[in-house]
């Protein structure tokens, strides 16, 4: 079980979403970087991790100690808690987006599509073992 965010959970958590069906489907035919960004309470790093989508397969991934100044058109961030409640499924990823307790980023004319797929990979965080 590896701790979250850090290498390890990234490695698993790109295996969990390179075998989910939802997720090769709702990524067919794009090819997107997406940077998640965990802000921590109280430090001025916030964790984080960037992934590499084209054509329905994650194909590259990097881990930040602190992602706070990476840039990515599409992001995804919030405080750890949420991350932590999604990953032990006390909230669901739709809730979580429209509480606002996890937030969404991209050009305009991609957003509709990108929330759809946020909730995907929102989802798959549940399917990864975490120590937290």
């Known amino acids: 079980m590896a701790v979250f965010p850090s290498p390890e959970w990234l490695d698993n958590y790109v295996e969990a979403l390179n075998s989910d069906?939802?997720?090769?489907?709702?990524?067919?035919?794009?090819?997107?970087?997406?940077?998640?960004?965990v802000e921590e309470d109280g430090s001025k790093h916030s964790p984080g991790f960037l992934i590499e989508i084209a054509d329905g397969v994650c194909r590259g991934?990097?881990?930040y100690v602190d992602a706070g100044s990476v840039n990515s058109p599409y992001r995804i961030w919030g405080p750890r808690q949420a991350w932590l409640d999604l990953i032990q499924g006390r909230i669901d990823p739709t809730k979580a987006l429209g509480q606002g307790r996890i937030h969404v980023s991209a050009n305009q004319a991609t957003l509709g599509r990108f929330v759809?797929?946020?909730?995907?990979?929102?989802?798959?965080?549940?399917?990864?073992?975490?120590?937290?």
């Open 21 to 37: 069906p939802e997720f090769s489907r709702s990524t067919k035919g794009w090819v997107w970087v997406i940077l998640f960004i």
């Open 61 to 63: 991934h990097k881990y």
């Open 116 to 132: 759809e797929t946020a909730k995907t990979l929102l989802s798959c965080l549940a399917a990864v073992q975490s120590d937290t």
